[in-house]
């Protein structure tokens, strides 16, 4: 399977897209020991996100590593940042400027189809089909895109990055009355919060963001020192995660609640 899945009850629909972290035997072949580590990974995020099965939420996260292909990227690789630099539909480098194919190995534009096909398609087929089941059977949704990222890369932004960064696509994706219950429940929790920061959403917020269609879609960008190590071997800190999970289940009760009334 490409992809872990479970449906919920609820007009809750999280997508992980960037947990993955297998990699397939012929694509590693052509990689560098930088692809080995798989710094740039999502970590620990169902784990961080396991009260989602108390709630009723249905969960998509991924299983192949964003070094195959960026599931939060569009098919066509059009740079959802114009003008910043950003990582690209099948990336040739890690967030630290690390080439991640040996010379000469990098995807041509033949293997970069093949990926969207095998790799790319089937998580947003899944995610497209359960949209769809529960607009069918509540009226209108919410898209919650669950993301996480080391708390300094100088590559994208300078110094650190606030805690918690909610992305809408510039207040396009979701209605501004959920952005703002959201936000509620994380003010006061002594967490730093960006709104349409330096992330306003990627491709799967944009995408699939229709508020005039009853689908209401939020990325929530995390910075991991939130919640784990951020130096190799990335592990997950139960002390910082017990502390962010209490304003994030909030969070995501109040985007359910605010979706059923």
């Known amino acids: 399977m490409d992809y872990q899945f479970k449906a919920g009850s609820i007009p809750l629909l999280v997508s992980m897209p960037h947990v993955g972290t297998d990699i397939p035997g012929d694509v ?21 996100y396991a009260f989602l099965s108390e709630m009723g939420a249905s969960v998509l996260s991924a299983r192949w590593s964003r070094y195959v292909i960026d599931l939060n990227r569009p098919p066509e690789n059009t740079n ?18 690390e080439p991640l194919y040996l010379p000469g190995r990098a995807p041509d534009e033949a293997e970069v189809r093949r990926r969207l096909r095998t ?7 899944q ?7 529960l607009l069918a059977l509540h009226g209108r949704v919410v898209l919650w895109d669950a993301h996480s990222i080391a708390s300094h890369v100088p590559r994208f932004f300078e110094g650190k990055l606030p805690d918690l ?22 003010e006061g929790s002594g967490y730093t919060i960006a709104v349409n920061g330096r992330f306003k959403g990627g491709h799967i917020t944009r995408f699939y963001g229709e508020p005039a269609k009853g689908v209401h879609a939020i990325q929530l ?15 997950y800190r139960e002390d910082l995660a017990s ?10 009760q109040a985007a359910a609640d605010w979706v059923r009334a």
């Not at 510039?170 to 936000?183: I, K, M, Q, W």
């Open 28 to 48: 590693l072949a052509a990689m560098t020991p930088a692809a080995v580590d798989k710094q740039d990974t999502d970590w620990h995020l169902v784990r961080l």
């Open 80 to 97: 959802l940042y114009p003008g910043q630099d950003t990582t690209g539909l099948c990336p040739v480098d890690t967030f630290h400027r």
């Open 119 to 125: 790799y790319w398609q089937p998580y947003h087929d």
């Open 127 to 133: 995610l497209r089909a359960e949209l769809d089941r």
């Open 165 to 186: 960064n909610f992305g809408t696509a510039n207040g396009t994706s979701c209605a501004p009355d959920l952005t703002g219950t959201v936000v509620a429940r994380a």
């Open 221 to 235: 960008e995390m910075c991991q020192s939130t919640y784990m190590d951020e130096e190799a071997p990335y592990g």
């Open 243 to 252: 502390r962010v999970q209490q304003p994030l289940r909030a969070m995501m």
